[in-house]
Structure formats: structure tokens, C-alpha cells
């Protein structure tokens, strides 16, 4: 095993405790931002509760918790054959993967288990040893997922200098990884460097992660924080306080255009007014080499109450019509750059895309 | 008397019922929209009250509620000699001038009640005369209002087409003025013209103006509104929906800079990127020529709490900062033109501005 990854943020989101037999501790985000609670999970029933109740949230954080959640399946089912185990292991997935239907992550945690568990029944080993396998692949899930943050959070921060502000939008940190983060990682690693930062988090209307979520992670870490709501960017840019804007990405199309939290766009095109950098941060799985453009990228649109009754009581006059697209897509020429754990892509388009793809053997070529 | 202005907005915010004596009928704003209640005011004490709590606001709409409540102060007091009438409609007014101390167009009715009561007095009238004639001066403020708002409205219906599907930000409507609005003028009057027009409404964090207002007297006079959050307008324009953008303004400097609510400023952004064209409706009393450009405009800094704690929880974490500017400067060449009662000012600059101002009166010199 390798040394634990070094985490200059405080907060962690999934964690394991003990050894086998354990349990998950989750931190209860549906509390967050009034209490800090943690959730002990003990069983697959309380997983899949905590996925779908959105008491952890993100989509590394969710592909981390749920592989946590097969071991939470399988541990102490020593007594079962090995060709029990992995059938049960394939139920253990399957309830799982019901908890969010939508979530890519989760279905490639579990997939990766699944796959893992065979694997190691091929090779004729024990259920004892079935079991240890699959608890140390739930950990490396969890391992590779904070390097990958880490080593984004190192190419980042070499874009921070000492006394910058910066402006975030949504919540791409800690909370929705089981590392330090996206798009609040090179942050978090200016400061373990000795740089002196502030942030401004757009509260992010409608569900208000950026207040909820960023801006309590934030000053967690002690890094000093102001919540502005969305239509406060433009003032925010115009008053010359923003250095730097950093986001994270859903899905980003082949040629950098770059699907996130809807009002990222906006923020983009402010930025670019203002010659502001805007800087994407998103690992590699996050590209989407198959879709040409960012016109390609299906958007969801979620119910109307997010909107009209975000907050437990009405705010839109009963009848009227509510649009709530969750995302949008930022033109490729509006990125100054894309940070992943392999590099930055600085001014993307198809051709620099593809290059980096290729050199870390995403796609198939001659870099 | 002059007729009744015809009103296409079936809205009446401020409304005097009855003849002398009689009492002034409110919207009840704090109560929508989730109910619509009106409020009789039959004293001087209830109509502070109604100011003070935002049961009326809107600049236009507090003046024309102020000089109603004038007249609730000083109806029935046909007993008092003239010179003691006069000493009372000081104290009224003094009274009804506390209720918001930063509401400029609540000082201007007042001031024009209390000198139009001493040019009576002057004359010698005696008191019933000096009663009906601040009633008669009431109304003309409310008819004078409404019939600005008239004006404007057809200056920029003249601008939208059938079938347009327009943008505004906040509440710029009959909820804000004794007419049927600045922004939203336009609209009402392309309708009762017989085109088709449909909305979109910002919700406008933090107070919700657009989500809980706009929408409201919109949806009321039958014209398809939807509303989005603020973050959300980018996204909209991008799919190529939007054909015009209509908002109001609070000031506008004399090269034509356009301080209007926060995250104004922001859609006009994101209006030149799509080349759709941005109107600012606004009557000249809202002109400060005194002030060259927008930079010399100052920009209220309101509570901490309408960000954090906006919807009776919390949102933001305990002791994190929250920057919650109220207004913002749009500068003026994002404008497309600026409606007034007396006509549209093309891309507007110093030129165009002081032309306006000079033709009517407001500035001196040839135009």
C-alpha cells in the first residue's frame, strides 16, 4: 500500500473506518450548511439511502461511497462459497446502482468492482481472500480519485499567485470528491504553499451549492470566503477584485467546449470581458471524445420546484411556467485553459484536446 | 378633470376609493405571491406603516402612496382655520417622510403636496377649498404617473414585434409605479396592440422581484411568463430565445450609464454577446445630469442577511462573508437605446442624453 495522499483541505467527505469489518462515515451534506454531522453506514440499505437523499453528492464522492458500499455488501460473508459471494456481489451491485439512476460514476465504481470480484474468482481464490481483494479495490478507487485531485490541484496552483482572488461557481471541491477536488483544488494547494488567497463563491441558484457547499468547505480550510448570488459576477468582475475564475466540468466535448452547473457560461463570457482567466478543472474521465462539439451534449432539465419552492416555501405565483435547464455549455473559446491530472490544455480546441488524450492513451494515436 | 388613463395592465397598485372623504386601496406586495390581498389605508399612521413594510414599493408607487396619504392626514379637517391646516400638513408630512428615509420619490410628492397646500394658502382659500385642492393635486400626481408610464409604453411598443419573446430582470411594472410600469410598459401596451409576446423573468436574487412580482402582474394580464434564476439567462440567450431585453433603471448619468438592480448589468453582457438588443425604460425624472458617468453613482450596500438568510433559513454558513451590493452600472454602450416619456435615445451618449434633456426641459440651453 501506498502512504496516504497528503490532503492540505480538512474535510473529508467518504472515509472508511477500521479495517475489515468496518464502516463508511459519509459527511451529512443535506445538513450542511447549519450542522456538520456524520453519517455511519453500516449496511448496503444505508448506502443506497444516503446516495439517493443526496447526503453525499458529486460524482467521484458518489463512485467512491457506493464502491465502499459493495465491502459494506460482502464483508463477513466469509461463510459463502466463492461462486455464492460474487452472486451475491452482483445483487449488492444492482441495489446500488438503483440509488441514482443517472449517475455515471456510481455504474463505473461498480462496474470496476464487479469486474475485480471476477477477476479474482478466475483466479480460484477464496472467499476470504474475495473479500480482502475487493476492500482493497474500493480503496484504491478512493486512492486514485484523490490523486488525481491532487495532482490537478499541483498543475493548478501553478496559475495562483500570492495575493489573487479568485471566483468559483457551484461546488467542484471536496464535498463532491473523495479527494480535495476540481476546481477547489488548486486552490487548496496555493494555500499549503504559502500562498496567501480569498475566494468570492456564486451562491449558485437553484439548489445553492456554492453557498451551501463551497463556501463551508472553504472556510473549513480557512481559506477566507464571500458569498455573492449569480447576478452579482458582473458587478463583482466590473469592480476589477477577480484575478482568476476557476470552475469544474460535467462533460467536455472534443473540442473544449465545456458542460457545467447551469450560469458557468455566464461567468465565462463575464470573464472574458473583463480578460479575466477562466480556468476549467476536470480529470480525464470527465472528456467526452466521442461527442464532436459542446452542441452534441444532451442537457437535463429538472423539476420546476427546484426553482419556484427552493427554499420550503412558494416563490413563483402558482401557474407559471419555471425553466430549469442544471446545465450549460461554455464555448471552447471562452476557456483560457483546462487543467487535468495529466496537464493543461491552454487555449483548448479539437486538435489540443485530442493531443492530450493521446498522450495519456485516452485516445488511440500518435500524440 | 381629464379622463381615465386606459390601463392594459389589469394591476392597480395604488388606488384612492370614493371621493373626499375616502381611502387609499394597496396592493398588498408582501403577500404575494402567494396570496392577493388588498389593503384599505384610512390614516395617516396606516400609511406609514404600509410604506415602512414594503407593502407598497416601487419608486413611483411609494410618491403617489405618500401623496394619498396626505390627503387620508388632512380630509375632515374642514374646522381647522387655513393657517392651522397648513401647520398640520407640515406635521403629516414630516410624518409620512420618516416611513423611508432614502425613498427620493417619497420626498419629491411630499414636497409638491406641501407647497401646492401653501400656493392655495396664499391665495387665500379657505380650508374645505385647501382639502379639495391637495386631493385634486393627489390625483394629479397618480394621473401623471400613470400617464408617464402610458408614454413610455408606446414608445416601446413601437419595438417590439409579433411573436417577440422578451427578457427582464427584477420588477420594473405596475407593482412599482401608479401605472402599468417602466420595463414592462412596453409589453402591456404590444399586447393590448394585439401581438403575441411572451417573457422571460429573472427571478432577481436576492429579494425575488422577478420571480415573485414581475411574474405575478405579468401572469395576471394573461401574457405567458417563465421564469428562470439569474444564472440561467445565459443559457437562455444562447439557445437563440430571446429577441429583446426590457429593464428599468434607478439613475442614469449624463452620458447614459444605467444604474439599475444588481445583475443587470450582467444580462446586458450577455445581450451584446448575442447581439440582441438591450432597452433601458426609465422616465427623465430618473436622469441625474449632474453626474458624468456611472462611476460616479453610489452603489448601496445592503444587509448581509437578504443573501444569507433570504428565504427564513439560513444558506450560508455562520461567519462567512457575504458581499450583497444592490445595484450595478450598466455602462452605456450596451445600451440599444433608453425609452422615455419623450421619446428613445439611440445608442445612448452625452450628446444624445443632454439633446433629450434639453428638448424637454429638463436642461437649459438650444437643442
Not at 407559471?320 to 487555449?347: C, M, Q, S
Amino acid at each position: 500500500m501506498s502512504a496516504p495522499v497528503a490532503n492540505p483541505c480538512p474535510v473529508e467527505t467518504v472515509a472508511w473506518v477500521g479495517k475489515l469489518p468496518g464502516h463508511c462515515r459519509l459527511i451529512e451534506q443535506t445538513r450542511l450548511p447549519l450542522e456538520t454531522v456524520f453519517l455511519d453506514v453500516h449496511d448496503v440499505a444505508g448506502m443506497v439511502d444516503a446516495i439517493y437523499r443526496l447526503a453525499v453528492r458529486g460524482a467521484p464522492a458518489i463512485g467512491v461511497a457506493a464502491a465502499y458500499g459493495v465491502v459494506l455488501g460482502v464483508q463477513g460473508e466469509e461463510r459463502r462459497s466463492p461462486a455464492d459471494l460474487l452472486t451475491h456481489l452482483e445483487k449488492v451491485c444492482a441495489t446500488l446502482a438503483a440509488a441514482r439512476p443517472t449517475a455515471v460514476n456510481l455504474f463505473w465504481a461498480l462496474q470496476r468492482m464487479r469486474r475485480h470480484g471476477e477477476a479474482l474468482g478466475a483466479r480460484g481464490l477464496g472467499s476470504k481472500a474475495l473479500i480482502d481483494g475487493l476492500y482493497a479495490e474500493a480503496c484504491a478507487i478512493h486512492r486514485e480519485d484523490a490523486d488525481q485531485c491532487r495532482r490537478m490541484g499541483a498543475f493548478g496552483a501553478e496559475l495562483i499567485r500570492d495575493g489573487m482572488t479568485l471566483l468559483t461557481h457551484c461546488n467542484a471541491g471536496a464535498l463532491a470528491t473523495g479527494g480535495m477536488g476540481t476546481a477547489l483544488a488548486p486552490m487548496y494547494t496555493a494555500r499549503a504553499q504559502g500562498k496567501t488567497i480569498a475566494v468570492f463563491a456564486d451562491e449558485t441558484r437553484p439548489l445553492l451549492q456554492g453557498a451551501r457547499l463551497t463556501a463551508w468547505e472553504l472556510s473549513q480550510a480557512g481559506i477566507p470566503v464571500t458569498v455573492i448570488t449569480d447576478g452579482m459576477a458582473g458587478r463583482v468582475l466590473s469592480e476589477g477584485r477577480i484575478d482568476a475564475v476557476f470552475v469544474g466540468s460535467d462533460r467536455i466535448a472534443r473540442n473544449g467546449d465545456v458542460c457545467n452547473k447551469i450560469g458557468t457560461y455566464t461567468v465565462a463570457v463575464l470573464a472574458n470581458r473583463h480578460k479575466v482567466p477562466f480556468y476549467v478543472v476536470a480529470p480525464l474521465s470527465t472528456f467526452d471524445p466521442e461527442t464532436a462539439d459542446g452542441s452534441g451534449i444532451p442537457i437535463e432539465e429538472r423539476p420546476a420546484a427546484e426553482v419556484a419552492e427552493g427554499f420550503g416555501r412558494r416563490t413563483v405565483p402558482a401557474g407559471v411556467k419555471v425553466y430549469n435547464p442544471a446545465f450549460d455549455v461554455t464555448p471552447h473559446e471562452l476557456v483560457t485553459a483546462i487543467i487535468t491530472e495529466h496537464g493543461t490544455i491552454d487555449r483548448p480546441d479539437t486538435a489540443r484536446v485530442e493531443a492530450l488524450l493521446r498522450r495519456a492513451g485516452v485516445l488511440a494515436g500518435v500524440a
